[in-house]
């Protein structure tokens, strides 16, 4: 048998075209995923490998947007196939398919970095996973172009300011003008020709000459010594400019015999600089205001030391947390995340704040809470953005957890062996995808003494090294078992130490937010 299978058909009218790598040894199964796709309204255009060489080729020829494998192949697996998709640098969503694997090796290969699983007995998942997938995907390679665009737009404008033409002339010792660049007529609008034998000071404004021609006489007496004797100018077309001026009295010198000046216009670098000064000013102010938003101290509650913290990326930015007290009197831990961080997914992040805390207080079902704020959110935000939210609701009597989740990064119980007890996962769409959407509430699940519960947004996982590599939810779970413990929040403040000294201390690309709950 031949140990790969291409098929492509024809796209189906109003179909989205699929590119799809099925690791799979049975034929049968590969069609059944594509059939499946295609009736959830995609056109599959699929290929079908069993063998790693196969997958490597594949890898190398075709541009793929997902790829769904089995985990026990004949002469290959799950585990051997990601592990190829990741030496490749490729960001494909890996997604298993298998026909029975147990919730430990579902875990590990979710930590090995597959995005989903799924069981072929259960494939009702199956179309909904992919479309999350393919978002979040183009979420990761938007984030990465915009990266690429900012420092390729930083490198250009620092090779124009460096290279920028100034004005240069060479002046008499009273300030006539012997010989000028051309670049005058690009700052100042004049002639250079015409500005021969005319003094350079009388273009500049009334209430700088005096003082300019001061400088200047002060420069005579200083052979070779560069002198600064910056002021405004005025314009052919009557406007001020800026020179940032150094003088270099070479009248001395045969070959030039006279003052050199180098005169820089740095009138558009200052008004940068003043708006810059307001937009810090404006950024300062906004980042107090969000911070005043989050909860000032945690909930005291018998048996369970709770913190959380969040850090934007930007002076402000779209990561959520919270501790909502719902009408039956019972706290529930809330963290979300905007598309986005800036000023944009702020505001949206404090409106899904005020929704959460008024549904809260008149209501303890979190789906009804998530259902409603996700209508209202859905009227407010257009199709490009989104909310991701993740709601656990903490009985302390009883010591359980119940959660619902919008599509949001999954949770994690820690028993006291640093094993994952429980993920707290996805119950529903993203608020503001799909404004009719519901959401479901996970069943209780039992905190046992010695158990910690960590709620986190995607930005701690996804934290790069200098070499690109992430810093996934493994090496977060390790920490937070190695200091279990210290309190909770020093908890929160160990990992987010540990994020910036595994970046580099280089800038902060996404928010970084986290819960920390332990159960004493």
Not at 293 to 312: E, Y
Not at 339 to 361: K, N
Not at 390 to 418: C, E, N, Q
Request: net charge negative; with cysteine; proline share 3%.
């Amino acid at each position: 048998m031949s140990d790969t299978t291409i098929q492509s058909n024809p796209p189906g009218e109003g179909k989205r075209v699929l590119r799809v790598l099925v690791v799979e040894d049975s034929e049968f199964d590969a069609r059944m995923l594509v059939g499946l796709l295609r009736a959830g309204g995609f056109e599959p255009d699929f290929e079908r490998v069993e063998t790693a060489g196969a997958l490597r080729a594949a890898l190398g020829q075709g541009s793929w947007e997902v790829i769904l494998a089995d985990y026990n192949l004949p002469k290959f697996s799950a585990p051997e196939a990601l592990e190829i998709l990741q030496g490749s640098q490729l960001d494909i969503p890996f997604i298993i398919v298998s026909g029975g694997i147990g919730e430990d090796t579902a875990v590990s290969a979710m930590k090995s970095g597959a995005h989903d699983y799924l069981m072929k007995g259960n494939l009702a998942r199956l179309v909904p996973a992919v479309e999350r997938e393919l978002r979040e995907a183009a979420v990761r390679a938007s984030r990465r172009q915009a990266v690429k665009d900012l420092r390729a737009s930083e490198l250009r404008h620092r090779s124009l300011i460096e290279n920028a033409s100034d004005v240069i002339a060479v002046l008499d010792s009273k300030g006539f003008v012997q010989f000028v660049s051309p670049a005058c007529e690009r700052v100042l609008g004049r002639n250079a020709e015409a500005l021969i034998n005319s003094d350079w000071f009388a273009l500049a404004h009334g209430e700088d000459q005096d003082r300019l021609r001061a400088e200047f006489s002060q420069a005579l007496g200083q052979a070779g010594t560069p002198t600064v004797i910056g002021g405004r100018f005025i314009a052919a077309d009557g406007s001020e400019r800026m020179l940032d001026t150094i003088a270099r009295n070479l009248l001395d010198d045969e070959s030039i015999g006279g003052v050199v000046i180098n005169a820089r216009d740095i009138t558009e670098r200052l008004k940068a600089q003043e708006a810059m000064h307001e937009s810090e000013e404006q950024f300062r102010i906004a980042s107090e205001i969000q911070q005043r938003l989050f909860p000032r101290t945690s909930p005291q509650l018998a048996g369970f030391d709770i913190a959380g913290a969040s850090k934007p990326a930007a002076a402000t930015g779209g990561d959520y947390f919270d501790y909502l007290t719902t009408s039956d009197g019972q706290i529930v831990l809330a963290v979300g995340d905007v598309s986005g961080h800036g000023i944009g997914p702020a505001l949206l992040m404090a409106e899904t704040r005020a929704y959460l805390r008024i549904l809260a207080r008149n209501r303890n079902d979190l789906s009804l809470i998530l259902t409603r704020t996700n209508m209202m959110v859905g009227e407010d935000v257009g199709k490009d953005m989104f909310v991701t939210m993740l709601l656990a609701k903490l009985d302390a009597g009883k010591r359980t957890i119940v959660h619902a989740s919008a599509g949001h990064s999954p949770a994690f119980i820690l028993g006291s062996d640093g094993e994952v007890k429980s993920e707290l996962r996805r119950t529903g769409m993203p608020l503001g995808v799909m404004p009719e959407a519901g959401y479901t509430v996970s069943k209780p699940v039992q905190l046992g003494k010695g158990d910690v519960l960590v709620l986190l947004t995607d930005g701690l996982e996804e934290t790069t090294n200098p070499e690109g590599e992430l810093f996934g939810v493994g090496r977060i779970l390790k920490e937070v078992h190695r200091r279990r413990e210290s309190t909770a929040a020093t908890i929160v403040d160990c990992v987010f130490g540990l994020l910036k000294k595994y970046s580099g201390n280089v800038e902060q690309l996404d928010d970084l937010t986290m819960i920390v709950v332990k159960a004493d």
